[in-house]
Nanobody
Framework: QVQLVESGGGLVQTGGSLRLSCATS????????MGWYRQAPGKQRELVAY???????KYAEFVKGRFTISRDNAKRTVYLQMNNLKPEDTAVYYC?????????WGQGTQVTVSS
């Protein structure tokens, strides 16, 4: 059974940094491209970044140059290093497979950036 557990969110000021972690169980990690999504209040969930099994990463334009996605295969964990955070980055962040997310999402981790 696939489980996704996100952590590392918090409240930071504009320009601050956070590192998110996503611990996975089941076969999702080893066979899939993994990504970070986010959902802000009143908005649809959007894909932020993803990384394949060969560590090739892609980023949405709105985070390019500020966020870095990585994966630790031994720990079955995906990370998102977020630097130079902006108020518009405020959202709940989730990890899941890309391009087709697994049906069971984790609880997400809240990121709040104050201005």
């Amino acid at each position: 059974q696939v489980q996704l557990v996100e952590s590392g969110g918090g409240l930071v000021q504009t320009g601050g940094s956070l590192r998110l972690s996503c611990a996975t169980s089941g076969s999702i990690f080893s066979i899939n491209i993994m990504g970070w999504y986010r959902q802000a209040p009143g908005k649809q969930r959007e894909l932020v970044a993803y990384i394949n099994t060969e560590d090739i990463a892609k980023y949405a334009e709105f985070v390019k140059g500020r966020f870095t996605i990585s994966r630790d295969n031994a720990k079955r964990t995906v990370y998102l290093q977020m630097n130079n955070l902006k108020p518009e980055d405020t959202a709940v962040y989730y990890c899941n497979s890309v391009p087709t997310p697994q049906p069971a999402w984790g609880q997400g981790t809240q990121v709040t950036v104050s201005s």
